[in-house]
């Protein structure tokens, strides 16, 4: 079956570090990649995707990219800053039709001045 | 974007009892609403799948009827936790998929809702 796996936290940086959020995925096909936050006291949202192999999903200066070869597709931003403090989940959506998702144990992130 | 809902956002209730877990769309129709659970430290696990107007497809190992999942409408799917024990004690999030069509067009994406935290005692 679908599967994800990614880097266990809590990640602590200081503001403007760069931040790399490893994910890995078993799945057969080709399936869609996501990333998605969840801010304190909020549902999930997403934050960026790839629906096919070599595309970058982007948003709000995170960065993924859909790498098939090594069944990955970590989380990257430049310059974090402390409102991005939150658990960021990598999700996986299959070939098999529907719209269920497979989700990581999320990964969280803690940035400090 | 889309907004999605859920009401209670926390609920303590004694061993034994039901409780019911509301999860609406506010500003779109969802035909497909989906129930996850999520432990401490571990990945959201899918429940069941809701459908409007019909049966919930329910997740291998997911007891049906210790989880009654009720989509009457297409803004609103119910979860409720019947004769509720400890180990139900758990966070609980719904999403809703906006589907592509009807007005305003949507994007397909999934909404999820802040969740809701159960304690059984």
């Known amino acids: 079956g679908n599967s994800v796996t990614q880097m266990e936290g809590p990640v602590t940086l200081s503001e403007e570090a760069f931040l790399t959020i490893n994910c890995t995925y078993t799945a057969t096909g080709y399936p869609s990649l996501f990333w998605y936050v969840q801010y304190p006291g909020e549902g999930l949202q997403l934050l960026l995707k790839a629906t096919k192999a070599d595309d970058k999903g982007s948003n709000k200066g995170f960065e993924a990219t859909y790498r098939k070869e090594t069944t990955s597709f970590h989380l990257e931003k430049g310059s974090v800053q402390v409102s991005d403090s939150a658990v960021y989940f990598c999700?996986?959506?299959?070939?098999?039709?529907?719209?269920?998702?497979?989700f990581g144990t999320g990964t969280q992130l803690k940035v400090e001045l | 974007g889309a907004v999605v809902s859920q009401h209670p956002s926390w609920v303590i209730c004694k061993s034994g009892t039901s409780v019911k877990i509301e999860c609406r769309s506010l500003d779109f129709q969802a035909t497909t609403m989906f129930w996850y659970r999520q432990f401490p430290k571990q990945s959201l696990m899918l429940m069941a799948t809701?459908?409007?107007?019909?049966?919930?497809?329910?997740e291998q190992g997911v007891e049906k009827d210790k989880f009654l999942i009720n989509h009457a409408s297409l803004t609103l799917s119910t979860l409720t936790v019947t004769s509720a024990h400890p180990e139900d004690s758990s966070f609980y999030i719904c999403?809703?998929?906006?589907?592509?069509?009807?007005?305003?067009?949507?994007?397909?994406?999934?909404?999820f809702g802040e969740g809701s935290r159960l304690t059984v005692l």
């Open positions: 999700a996986l959506r299959g070939t098999g039709g529907g719209n269920k998702l497979t």
């Open positions: 809701s459908n409007e107007g019909s049966k919930a497809t329910y």
């Open positions: 999403s809703a998929h906006t589907g592509t069509s009807g007005f305003p067009r949507h994007t397909g994406e999934l909404f």
